[in-house]
Every structure is written in C-alpha cells, then in structure tokens.
C-alpha cells in the first residue's frame, strides 16, 4: 500500500525534493517531468528492526539482519519473495556473545557471509573480535572468522561495508576505526577463508563496490575523505578520488560514472575517465544509493532528520526517489517508516526497501513505471 505523511509535510518534502533535483547539475535545468509514485505493496515482516538486507537470485529470497528491542542483534530473517512472507528465523551464535551488522550472499555458491562482533571472555575480561559468519544457506551452518580483536569496553569501531567477487570467490571487508583498533579493509580467500589485512587508509573503510568486468574495486574511506580505485588482481591503489566523508558507492559501469552519497547529505557524481566530480544531487541525509543497470535508475533514499528525531512526528520520515538517464525523476516515494536499506531483483527490477517505526519492521516492495 502507498503511505505517506500529512499533505503538508508532503508537499514540502515533494518541493523539496523537486528543488534538489533541479540544481543539480546531472538533471535538465528545467525539470519539467512531474515524478509518479512507485507503484508499492507492503508486508510487516516482525517488530525487531532491520540493519542490512540482501537478495538471493537463484531462490528469490532476501535475508536481513534484525535487532531486538532487547538488543540481540544475532537473528537472519528469510523472507520469500514469492510468498511475501518470513518463512525462516536462523539465530547466529547466542545473543549474550553475536552481534550481527552487514550482510552479503554470494549468489553463484549461495553462502551468506554476515560480519559483526563475538564477545569472548579471555582471563576476566570481554574481548569483542571483529568476526565474518560464513553461513551455509541450505542448512544454516556457519563458521566464525575472527579477524581483530580488543577489550569491549572502549572499542571504538568495527567492521563495515562487506561485498564478495563470486567469479573469484573474494570477500571484501570494510573495518573502520576513528580511533585506534586495526583500520583498512581485509581481503578473504572464499576456498581457504585466510585473510589479507590491508593498512593503506589512516582510518579505514566504510562501503565496497566490486566491477567485475573491469577488475577494480571501489573503496569509500568515510574519514579519509577518499574513494580509492584498486586493483582486485594484486590489491594495488590505482587513484584516489577526493570525496567528502563517502558513507555509499554506486557504479555506472556502462556510463563510467560512480555515485557517491557523503555523510553531508550530497550525491556526487564522478567521471571515471577523469575522476572529476561532475555534479551532485542535494538531499538531507541521502542514506543509500543503488544503481540498477536494467532500467538504468539510480535509487536513493533520502532521510528528513528533522521528522525521525521528533518523538511525536507521523509525517514522512524517508523518501526514495529514482533518476532515469534521461535525466528527469521518474518515481517517489514517501513513507513515516524509517528506511534505511535497498535492494533490487535484477529479474524482475522490482526494489525492496526495509523499514521501522519503532513498532513494527515493513518491507515495501516498489517498481518503477
């Protein structure tokens, strides 16, 4: 069903979206093409709040990373796509020592690798190990990877973005740390599950996009203020693009465009024939962004703080917007839930968008028109 907040809120949210449009330099200067809503359906899916989502292609199922009001954070849901429901719960570990916070599939081998921490205790004192789950999706087996470790109490950081490269079988692993801990990115044999530590950043790695045709991965450095362009086959730095506090990438392989969404609330957008930022899309606290090379859209979900941080607030909390080629919006979507997550079917270009109120947990299936 189509939700939205009060017809106030919304005609501004609407204006204001449409002015973020129009100055940007990737639109047409004179927007003339009125944005249709997304045609949306919904399901609740539970009341625990969801953390990250991916999409399954050869079973059509999405698996997401759900967190209690208690604060267990070890729960995967299963969702079927074809039924629209939850058809399976897999518990991680145990909730006193498992907290789960990214996840991934590898959609050739059908292992799902989630990363997070497991807290041990090691001679009286908790020792939280930055950890990657490599989870086996038939029978929900998993194994424990630990890749960094400290005393719980003062760890500032973890790891972040997570992708895998399932023509070579690599796992790629964001760890970020403002402050001390073992910042970069590690790279993980999926045969032999050993990792490689990378060190190249003062403070690691927030978010991973993988090119496989051209070889190359791009790394956002939230506070190095970079994306840096490496070479898969020896883990090499090609080039840095400067980049305002990169939170999401997004790739246009066929363009040579990357999209990068910073913590300022901007979409810039670059040039990978040059690196030169081209132009950039002005949104609040632009969360997520997802290019979708079939219908050539590119997905953002957009946060109002102003309405997420009022307590009484029921107007519209997150909207998702998506830009065609042609350079004009072509959908919208408001919603008071707040959405922080997105995926899409590369089969039938339908997206999935996870979102909660505090009560419950939505998943909202939407399709361009």
Same mark, same amino acid.
């Given at each position: 069903?189509?939700?939205?907040?009060?017809? #106030?809120?919304?005609?501004?949210?609407?204006?204001?979206?449409?002015?973020?449009?129009?100055?940007?330099?990737?639109?047409?200067?004179?927007?003339?093409?009125?944005?249709?809503?997304?045609?949306?359906?919904?399901?609740?899916?539970?009341?625990?709040?969801?953390?990250?989502?991916?999409? @399954?292609?050869?079973?059509?199922?999405?698996?997401?990373?759900?967190?209690?009001?208690?604060?267990?954070?070890?729960?995967?849901?299963?969702?079927?796509?074809?039924?629209?429901?939850?058809?399976?719960?897999?518990?991680?570990?145990?909730?006193?020592?498992?907290?789960?916070?990214?996840?991934?599939?590898?959609?050739? #081998?059908?292992?799902?690798?989630?990363?997070?921490?497991?807290?041990?205790?090691?001679?009286?004192?908790?020792?939280?190990?930055?950890?990657?789950?490599?989870?086996?999706? %038939?029978?929900?087996?998993?194994?424990?990877?630990?890749?960094? &470790?400290?005393?719980?109490?003062?760890?500032?950081?973890?790891?972040?973005?997570?992708?895998?490269?399932?023509?070579?079988?690599?796992?790629?692993?964001?760890? $970020?740390?403002?402050?001390?801990?073992?910042?970069?990115?590690?790279?993980? /044999?999926?045969?032999?599950?050993?990792?490689?530590?990378?060190?190249?950043?003062?403070?690691?790695?927030?978010?991973?996009?993988?090119?496989?045709?051209?070889? $190359?991965?791009?790394?956002?450095?939230?506070? /190095?203020?970079?994306?840096?362009?490496?070479?898969?086959?020896?883990?090499?730095?090609?080039?840095?693009?400067?980049?305002?506090?990169?939170?999401?990438?997004?790739?246009?392989?066929?363009?040579?465009?990357?999209?990068?969404? &910073?913590?300022?609330?901007?979409?810039?957008?670059?040039?990978?024939?040059?690196?030169?930022?081209?132009?950039?899309?002005?949104?609040?606290?632009?969360?997520?962004? $997802?290019?979708?090379?079939?219908?050539?859209?590119?997905?953002?979900? @957009?946060?109002?703080?102003?309405?997420?941080?009022?307590?009484?607030?029921?107007?519209?909390?997150?909207?998702?917007?998506?830009?065609?080629? %042609?350079?004009?919006?072509?959908?919208?979507?408001?919603?008071?839930?707040?959405?922080?997550?997105?995926?899409?079917?590369?089969?039938? @270009?339908?997206?999935?968008?996870?979102?909660?109120?505090?009560?419950?947990?939505?998943?909202?299936?939407?399709?361009?028109?």
């Amino acid at each position: 069903m189509y939700e939205s907040g009060s017809s #106030r809120i919304a005609l501004l949210s609407m204006i204001s979206v449409s002015m973020i449009l129009m100055g940007a330099a990737i639109l047409h200067s004179g927007f003339s093409q009125i944005p249709n809503p997304f045609s949306v359906t919904s399901l609740i899916v539970g009341k625990d709040k969801p953390l990250s989502m991916a999409f @399954d292609q050869k079973t059509n199922k999405i698996y997401g990373i759900f967190a209690t009001g208690t604060g267990e954070k070890n729960l995967i849901y299963v969702i079927d796509t074809a039924q629209n429901k939850v058809i399976d719960t897999i518990k991680i570990g145990s909730q006193k020592n498992d907290f789960l916070s990214d996840i991934t599939i590898d959609p050739t #081998r059908g292992v799902i690798y989630a990363t997070g921490q497991h807290l041990v205790n090691e001679n009286d004192t908790t020792v939280a190990y930055d950890t990657l789950y490599v989870i086996n999706s %038939t029978n929900n087996k998993f194994k424990t990877i630990q890749l960094y &470790g400290e005393t719980e109490e003062g760890k500032e950081g973890g790891l972040a973005g997570i992708s895998v490269n399932p023509v070579t079988n690599t796992i790629y692993i964001g760890s $970020l740390y403002p402050e001390g801990g073992k910042p970069g990115m590690y790279v993980i /044999d999926g045969n032999t599950l050993q990792p490689v530590h990378i060190d190249k950043w003062q403070y690691g790695i927030k978010d991973i996009k993988l090119d496989p045709e051209s070889n $190359l991965l791009y790394a956002g450095a939230k506070y /190095d203020n970079i994306i840096s362009i490496i070479n898969q086959s020896n883990n090499e730095i090609v080039s840095n693009i400067t980049a305002e506090s990169p939170i999401a990438i997004a790739l246009n392989n066929e363009k040579k465009i990357l999209y990068e969404a &910073g913590s300022d609330g901007k979409v810039n957008v670059f040039d990978l024939t040059n690196n030169k930022n081209i132009s950039s899309i002005k949104g609040e606290f632009v969360k997520k962004i $997802l290019y979708n090379p079939n219908d050539k859209l590119l997905y953002l979900v @957009d946060q109002n703080l102003t309405n997420i941080l009022s307590k009484n607030s029921n107007s519209t909390k997150s909207i998702a917007i998506a830009v065609n080629m %042609t350079n004009n919006i072509l959908n919208k979507f408001e919603t008071n839930f707040i959405v922080d997550n997105i995926i899409i079917n590369p089969s039938t @270009d339908q997206a999935y968008l996870l979102g909660y109120d505090g009560k419950n947990s939505k998943l909202f299936i939407v399709k361009s028109h």
